[in-house]
């Protein structure tokens, strides 16, 4: 089969495509035929040798991916060969043809949803449901700012807290991303690049604040963000590329509270609860993953430049 390999850590040109035998499933384990191969920022961070922690050299890159069930180990009870799934992490990679799987990373994808949209649901969706429900407590009739709302957990976000009760202000880098931010059903779209868009929110909110807002890129935006928060609010710090600083009066002033985390650690229980959230709302259609750029399997490192520039539009997938 096909596969990404990466043999040492370095820029998007160690993401080579090799030929390599298709592994075969043991015991309460799953053989995945890949379709569509999400493509996350952290997957850059790895590949960089930039990380908190490494996968062992040499290694196919990639936590979420769609396709369908080739075959499965004994004792696996919940899929068949032929269904349609979506993979949340694997044991081999999915930026690759095949992906050995265990029983319980691999979850139900709709008819109505293309193998692309598979793609895009793990890690984005993920990241999403947990910031707003298990990180923020967000309850209906909120306001929840999504700082960064153009790219794959953006959109995941907008999506997800709609479908829970929320409005939903979000901003983005580009005209092209606010109007996708808007078609999205966001109240406002905001731009993250100007510096009026602080109080362009505050303004949004009558001055009284977002109750959530949903951080991609802290280091840039977290100092401004305690200022934009209602008393009690909550800022749920996503994504970070560096340090920030920041006034602890602003959050003194608000009751205000800033919580992070990392989709890794999130417990068994957690994530249960993501799979049993985010499955329904794909089944009902409140969920529908956007795909931006699909790139071939063999493109993974033009697919990786583009992940890290600005102007997003959605998800960026490999078509496997
Ligand atoms: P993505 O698809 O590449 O999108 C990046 C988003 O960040 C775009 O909406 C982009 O907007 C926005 N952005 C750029 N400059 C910004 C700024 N100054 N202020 C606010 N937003 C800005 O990436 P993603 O998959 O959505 O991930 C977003 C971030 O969350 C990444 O840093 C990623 O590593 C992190 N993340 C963390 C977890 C976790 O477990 N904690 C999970 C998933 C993702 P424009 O392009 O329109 O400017």
Known sequence: ?????????????????????????????????????????Y????????????????????????????SAGPGVVSVKPGDRVYLAKSLSGTYAEYALALEEQVHPLPEALSFAQGAAVWV????????????????????????????????????????????????????EGRALVLGQG???AFDHSSPGHAAAVLE??????????????ANVNLAADLKMISEGGRVVVIGSRGEATINPRDLMARRGSVRAFTLWAVTPEEEKEIHAAVGAGLALGTLKPLVGREFPLADAAAAHEAVMRSGAAGKIVLAC
């Open 1 to 41: 089969m096909k596969a990404i390999r990466v043999r040492k850590f370095g820029g998007p040109e160690v993401l080579v495509p090799e030929e390599v035998p298709a592994p075969a499933p043991a015991a309460g384990q799953v053989l995945v035929r890949v379709r569509a191969a999400g493509v996350n920022p």
């Open 43 to 70: 997957e850059t961070y790895i590949r960089a040798g930039a990380y908190a922690s490494l996968p062992e050299l040499p290694y196919t890159p990639g936590s979420d991916g769609a396709g369908t069930v080739e």
């Open 124 to 175: 984005p969706y993920g990241a999403a449901y947990h910031a707003l429900a298990h990180q923020a407590g967000a309850r209906p009739g909120e306001t929840v700012l999504v700082h960064g709302a153009s790219g794959g957990v953006g959109v995941a976000a907008m999506q997800l807290a709609r479908a829970m009760g929320l409005a939903v202000l979000g901003t983005a880098g580009t005209p």
């Open 186 to 188: 966001a109240r406002a």
């Open 204 to 217: 949004a909110t009558g001055g009284r604040g977002a109750d959530i807002v949903l951080e991609m890129l």
